[in-house]
């Protein structure tokens, strides 16, 4: 049987990062609600995990949907489905950010794919793009406001 | 690495809890026999933990007995916090009365002592570890009815205190035979000593 942490213990560990993440993908004021709404699909998730790794990943990773369904439901300006039927713990699962990128240059949509599906630290990132960690972070700043600036809540 | 801010925390509690996600919640209570962790299920506090025991090791218990979803919740157990607060500090007469659940109890025996220890041995009492086993079935199991109490998930709330040795003095506790005299005093169960701790 799996022995899972304590999931507070993965929030002491991650929630102020997640926190980072969900702002930069979701801006200031969505951010709490995007996270809120992440850490409860965890949560329906989180008993069934069948292996305790990458769990850090994993979060990145439904912090990243969450923050795409709170996009497209403001898009729609209806209220998001039931959240539960969007839970993924499928690493694959990701249609919505590709949807949520889709129609960006190209360049940007591959840097917001190393950083936010690959889930790639920046020195990672420098090395895949050929260039320095600090270029990284300032290609992956500039691609969100892209992003930011494309979505009509804004 | 700073933690989540409160608020954030208190929030997705209570939703956790309303939409039955939470397998435990926990809280810290300062009192003046120390930090208390106090851990709780659905059904009352399945477990407390003393200053020196650690968080991680208190937690991995009550994961293993209850299940994974465990949460902070300074918000959803501030009833609890107030109440055992106040029983410590004694501003509250009367008993504890704090509703608990003995499921991180596995054996049937020690179960019955425990039940027996909240149920019948009232504030500012004490029982003989002999005398609790005999209640609980057992005459002669004064020993693992010391067991009982030395491994009770839930002391002050399952008042283990209250139990002394029949050789005199007050015995072994978990949390320390100085904070055994202290509960014990506070109760009423021993004369509060007269020179200032």
Not at chain 1, 55 to 64: K, P, Q
Not at chain 2, 90 to 99: A, F, S
Not at chain 2, 158 to 187: D, I, M, T, W
């Amino acid at each position: 049987m799996v022995v899972l942490p304590p999931f507070s213990a993965l929030i002491e560990a991650h929630g102020d990062a997640l926190l980072t993440h969900a702002r930069r993908l979701a801006g200031p004021e969505q951010a709490e609600d995007v996270l809120q709404d992440a850490l409860l699909r965890a949560l329906r998730a989180y008993p069934r995990l069948r292996h305790a790794d990458h769990l850090r990943a994993w979060l990145y990773r439904i912090t990243t949907n969450a923050a795409m369904d709170a996009h497209r439901a403001r898009r729609r300006e209806v209220p998001a489905a039931d959240p539960a039927a969007s839970i993924t713990v499928d690493p694959e699962q990701l249609d919505g950010f590709e949807d949520l990128i889709t129609g960006l240059p190209d360049g940007v949509r591959a840097t917001l794919r190393l950083r936010f599906v690959d889930d790639l630290e920046y020195d990672v990132i420098a090395i895949r793009l050929d260039c320095s960690p600090e270029a990284a972070r300032q290609r992956v700043s500039s691609a969100l406001r892209t992003l930011r600036q494309r979505s009509p809540a804004r | 690495m700073s933690p989540l801010p409160p608020h954030l925390l208190d929030a997705l509690a209570a939703e956790a809890v309303r939409d039955g996600l939470a397998d435990a919640l926990y809280t810290y209570v300062p009192s003046p026999i120390g930090t208390l962790l106090v851990v709780s299920g659905a059904n009352g506090i399945v477990r407390v933990g003393f200053e020196e025991e650690p968080e991680d090791r208190v937690l991995a218990g009550v994961v293993a007995g209850l299940g994974p979803r465990v949460l902070r919740a300074d918000r959803e157990l501030i009833g609890v916090r107030e109440t055992l607060q106040a029983y410590l500090e004694g501003t509250r007469e009367g008993e504890l009365d704090l509703p608990f659940d003995l499921q991180l109890v596995h054996s049937p025996f020690r179960r019955t002592v425990l039940e027996i220890l909240a149920g019948d041995v009232h504030r500012g009492d004490v029982i003989r570890y002999g005398e609790l086993a005999a209640r609980a079935g057992n005459p002669k199991a004064a020993r693992a009815a010391g067991t009982a109490c030395a491994t009770n998930p839930i002391p002050i709330v399952v008042p283990c205190h209250r139990v002394l040795p029949s050789a005199g003095g007050v015995g072994n506790y978990g949390g320390g035979a100085p904070r055994k005299v202290q509960l014990l005093e506070l109760e009423g169960a021993l004369p509060p000593r007269l020179t200032p701790r």
